[in-house]
């Protein structure tokens, strides 16, 4: 597809992280974007102050009519929507040119010098972290991310058009369109069993991604995955693995062994062994790339992180308030080993919105024992995002299989107050659904209290 001729782009769920990302893109280079989103957030906000204009009722009617050229229009959709989608029907029905998320980020990348992140978890973190050091070492580059960086308030960086950063997405097989030049995968655990079925269909797709490397590509696999690449790991024998770690004032500080020697004195900002792993790929991935170690350095230590990924946002003596977008079980006792290892001593209390009641289905026993470890859970309700109710899937029978005495279900209208209640001096909330619309209220209502 030849971009240059496509002068009006159309998002279908343009309210999504990722769309977002690519619908900032295309307006720096000077096209007209225009989109739906079901509900209106803080994103379509920021959209719309950059001139994007975006519609809430899903009626061709509310299209511009400069976007009702097939000749000269581009439409771009999300999975997530569902496919009677009036505008999506519509556009596919009268012979646009319809590609998903995925397949478009395939055609911006393919002209460039692609590096993809893949697994199941770590891939925001992870993307971020090498879109920040290869930006902050002035490479020519854009980076699509799948969260909100805290060094850039933003979705997207810009800096040029020779290297390109993503999120290689295993939902919906989306991550199939990329073919990158170095690329890592993180975590193959299973997730997504509505879509894939069972854990084994899931990693063999890992296996087809890792087969659409670019030729003379590389790809890094964390250490023990059962794919064959250059190997990462923490305190281990892998190809890149960080050593001698040590925590100076809640900051990790490593070294890194890599294939020609020892690095030292990385400095790295953000909790838990998951996240010092996400920055280690970033590191080997950055240095296989070209770039010197000293200049890395530097520019890792000036890392802030993702909004919604362990991110602190009240840090005091008698009260620390963090929010994390952990969904998956895995994901959350990650969370976990981050909050013990600064927190060992302190009592925490876990908020958790389950994530679709398919994946709530499938990892039941799972969430129980992750749950558990806290010193005490507040449930709430299960968010259905694109999902109908199954039958006896409810945050009430989660709440059940919970080994804790000390957990509750409650309702948003009592959030507030139910945290209040408690004595913990941690309070996390955890979850990928509308919790990350309390976490401000919530944040008031502990600041007020003290």
């Known amino acids: 597809m030849n971009l240059s001729k496509i002068h009006n782009i159309y998002f279908i769920g343009i309210g999504g992280i990722g769309m977002s990302a690519i619908a900032r893109y295309f307006k720096a280079s000077n096209k007209q974007v225009s989109g739906y989103d079901k509900t209106q957030t803080e994103i379509t906000n920021s959209l719309q102050d950059i001139g994007i204009e975006v519609v809430f009722e899903d009626e061709i009617a509310n299209v511009q009519a400069n976007y009702l050229d097939s000749e000269t229009t581009l439409v771009v959709y999300t999975p997530a929507v569902p496919k009677t989608h009036n505008q999506l029907v519509y556009f596919k029905d009268n012979g646009f040119k319809v590609l998903k998320r995925s397949e478009i980020l395939g055609v911006i990348t393919q002209n460039t010098y692609c590096l993809a992140v893949a697994g199941t978890h770590g891939k925001t973190t992870t993307t971020s972290i090498l879109g920040h050091l290869l930006n902050a070492c002035d490479v020519s580059l854009t980076a699509f991310l799948g969260g909100i960086s805290e060094n850039y308030n933003s979705n997207l960086i810009l800096n040029g058009n020779e290297v390109s950063v993503v999120e290689a997405d295993e939902f919906d097989r989306s991550f199939l369109t990329l073919s990158p030049d170095l690329a890592c995968i993180t975590s193959m655990d299973a997730d997504h069993l509505d879509i894939y079925g069972d854990a084994s269909e899931l990693i063999k797709t890992f296996e087809d991604f890792s087969k659409k490397l670019k030729p003379n590509g590389k790809l890094f696999v964390k250490n023990g995955l059962p794919l064959d690449g250059i190997t990462y790991g923490i305190e281990d024998d892998a190809d890149y693995s960080a050593q001698n770690i040590t925590i100076k004032n809640g900051t990790y500080v490593f070294d890194v062994k890599t294939p020609k020697g020892l690095f030292k004195q990385f400095q790295f900002n953000l909790p838990g062994r998951h996240n010092l792993s996400n920055a280690l790929v970033a590191l080997a991935m950055s240095i296989e790339y070209g770039i ?97 109710p199954i039958k006896g899937v409810t945050s009430e029978w989660l709440l059940s299989l919970i080994d804790n005495n000390n957990k509750q279900l409650v309702s948003k209208d009592t959030l507030i107050k139910n945290i209040k209640q408690s004595d913990a001096k941690i309070v996390l909330t955890i979850g990928a659904g509308d919790i990350g619309a309390e976490v401000s209220k919530i944040k008031q209502a502990l600041i007020n209290e003290d």
């Open 292 to 388: 010197p170690h000293d200049k890395l350095i530097q520019a890792l230590a000036s890392y802030k992180g993702v909004k919604r990924r362990f991110t602190y946002q009240i840090k005091t003596d008698d009260l620390v308030f963090i929010d994390d977008y952990a969904h998956h079980p895995e994901e959350i006792n990650a969370v976990h080993q981050a909050v013990r290892e600064m927190y060992p001593n302190d009592k925490v209390v876990a908020v958790f919105q389950p994530h679709l009641f398919s994946r709530t289905q499938d990892f039941a026993q799972d969430f129980a024992k992750s749950l558990a470890q806290f010193d005490q859970v507040i449930l709430l309700d299960i968010y259905p995002a694109r999902e109908l």
